[in-house]
């Protein structure tokens, strides 16, 4: 696996991670007869607030991006992306265990949400998160404190 670390986002990270996001989220969007280039662009803009968002890079260079938003008693995982010519190759899951261990030390739930079909259910899944509810677009997710530590 590369080196990775990630970085707080500022604003100017905006379009970088909504050309990512159109290029990741492409797939399952058409699969699901939603993709419209203009609006998986804009739905992010509108929705991107950098005090709770990271950027992921590799090496030095922009490789993605991850936020955990408090709300309430919890925190969405939201806007979690990374280069697909990065994907499998452990750094979406060790950024994901950086922030789930820095959730489990803080004592909060973890909540997100997946488009119907996404391969990252599967990633989530292995982390402990289970269904909470769906609709035909998306599948809600949840993971408890420590949900995971089984498969640490």
Partial sequence: MADWEIRPAQAADVEPIVE???????????????FDPHRVRQRFRDSFVPAYAWVIEVGGVFAGSVAL???????????????????????GTAVLRHLLDRS?????????????????????AR??????????????????????????
């Fill in 20 to 34: 990512l996001r159109a290029v990741v989220m492409r797939p399952d969007l058409e699969r699901l007869g939603r």
């Fill in 69 to 91: 938003r408090p709300d309430g008693d919890c925190r969405w995982l939201e806007h979690f992306f990374l280069s697909p010519d990065l994907q499998g190759s452990g750094i």
């Fill in 104 to 124: 489990d030390r803080d004592g909060v739930v973890v909540r997100l949400n997946v488009l119907q079909g996404s391969q990252a259910q599967r990633l989530y």
């Fill in 127 to 152: 982390h402990g998160f289970t269904v909470e509810s769906e609709d035909p677009v998306d599948v809600f997710m949840v993971r408890a404190v420590g949900g995971d530590q089984a498969a640490s």
